[in-house]
């Protein structure tokens, strides 16, 4: 992608923040939107141009990318009146990397075309870690040909990226995810406190695991943050329990079954109901305390 072209940026959040920055260093003009403006506040001293609107960023930038909260917000900044697509040049590329539903992706991919726009479903994987390291997982749905364009930035924010297929395909890809990692974080956690528990040094039993048949991002990256007692997001759990939800639905609607997601999202919601909902998904581990 010419580097002439100017980036949209919009939601920079825990993940967003440290994304937008890439892209600023990677050499491209980038527009800032958030909903807090403060949010923006170090990306504007990095070079970032800040937008007071949804609408001001859309006029204003040739390709634009989303990284917000929920469907709903999704559905806003792409489908109001004074969303993106409304104002948005013909020819726009439209990267939304929110982890959201395969249906509304279908629907942006749809009416982005009748604009003459190109639009893709993009989330990821790999929490704040992954967004500041530029290590990104990125699963992409979207036209094959227009997706080589958006491809060099990509890069910027993440290593391992593949287009899965048409509109849609990017978030049923992210549910695979979503699925794999709800049970693996209860097994995570569950190790951890039977470690403790069995009077063990839980470092050392983290380093003789973590490399073997139990290694997973969860247990090299998120088991540390539970011995430390360091709760604070890197994902949080309101946003992971949308993530299951999603996938549920999804799920119920193929007719497969998905115990240990629905159990996962079970004990997750009863840490919110405890005040959770602003912590990240380590904060299982406090679930299984004694």
């Known amino acids: 992608?010419?580097?002439?072209?100017?980036?949209?940026?919009?939601?920079?959040?825990?993940?967003?923040?440290?994304m937008a920055s890439h892209l600023l260093k990677g050499g491209y003009t980038v527009n800032v939107y958030n909903r807090t403006k403060s949010k923006t506040d170090e990306?504007?001293?990095?070079?970032?141009?800040?937008?007071?609107?949804?609408k001001e960023l859309a006029t204003n930038s040739d390709i634009i990318i989303t990284i917000v909260g929920y469907p709903k917000d999704v559905e806003a900044v792409y489908l109001s009146e004074d969303g993106i697509i409304n104002h948005a040049k013909q020819g726009t590329h439209l990267i939304d990397m929110t982890t959201s539903t395969p249906t509304l992706a279908k629907q942006i991919d749809k009416t982005a075309k009748e604009k003459g726009m190109f639009a893709f479903d993009?989330?990821?994987?790999?929490?704040?870690i992954g967004a500041k390291e530029a290590k990104l997982a990125i699963m992409v749905g979207g036209d094959e040909e227009a997706f080589q364009h958006i491809l060099p930035i990509l890069t910027l924010m993440?290593?391992?990226?593949?287009?899965?297929g048409e509109a849609g395909a990017g978030q049923y890809t992210k549910m695979a995810n979503q699925i794999a990692?709800?049970?693996?974080m209860m097994g995570v956690s569950e190790a951890m406190v039977y470690a403790k528990e069995a009077g063990l040094d839980q470092e050392k039993v983290l380093k003789?695991?973590?490399?073997?048949?139990?290694?997973s991002f969860s247990l090299s990256k998120l088991a540390p943050r539970m011995i430390k007692g360091d709760f604070e997001p890197g994902f949080y759990i309101k946003h992971f329990i949308k993530d299951m939800k999603i996938a549920i639905d999804s799920?119920?609607?193929?007719?497969?079954?998905?115990?240990?997601l629905k159990l996962a999202k079970q004990l997750y919601e009863e840490l919110v109901e405890k005040g959770e909902e602003n912590a990240g998904t380590q904060a299982l581990y406090k679930y299984y305390m004694k």
């Open 122 to 128: 993009a989330p990821v994987s790999g929490g704040d």
């Open 1 to 18: 992608m010419n580097k002439e072209k100017v980036i949209g940026f919009i939601g920079t959040g825990v993940m967003g923040k440290s």
């Open 251 to 260: 799920a119920d609607e193929m007719g497969i079954q998905t115990p240990g």
């Open 158 to 164: 993440g290593t391992n990226i593949q287009h899965q």
């Open 181 to 184: 990692i709800a049970s693996n």
């Open 208 to 215: 003789s695991i973590e490399t073997g048949a139990a290694g």
């Open 43 to 54: 990306l504007v001293k990095e070079g970032a141009v800040w937008c007071r609107t949804v």
